[in-house]
C-alpha cells in the first residue's frame, strides 16, 4: 500500500469515526453536541496532515517518515 492509499484510508477513517460515531452512543441532541465538538477537534487535523502531505509529495523524500523526522529535526534545531 503506498503512503497516499494509507493516508486515504486513514482521513476516510477519521471522517467516518466523526461523522458516525456520535450519533450511535448518544440521543440526537447530544449527538449535535458530540459531532460540533469532534468536528472542531479533527478538522483542523485533517487540514494540517494534507498540507503537510502535500508538502511530502513535492519534496525529494522517499517515505513520509523521512520527511516527517527532517521536518521535525529542522524545526527543532533552527536550521
Known amino acids: 500500500m503506498s503512503d497516499f492509499s494509507s493516508f486515504k484510508v486513514m482521513a476516510a477513517a477519521i471522517v467516518i469515526f466523526v461523522f458516525t460515531v456520535?450519533?450511535?452512543?448518544?440521543?440526537?441532541?447530544?449527538?449535535?453536541?458530540?459531532?460540533?465538538?469532534?468536528s472542531i477537534i479533527y478538522i483542523p487535523i485533517i487540514v494540517v496532515w494534507i498540507r503537510d502531505f502535500r508538502k511530502f509529495k513535492a519534496s525529494n523524500f522517499k517515505t513520509y517518515e523521512q520527511y516527517w523526522h527532517y521536518h521535525h529535526n529542522m524545526k527543532n534545531f533552527g536550521e
Open 22 to 38: 456520535p450519533f450511535l452512543f448518544v440521543t440526537p441532541i447530544e449527538a449535535m453536541f458530540v459531532h460540533g465538538i469532534c
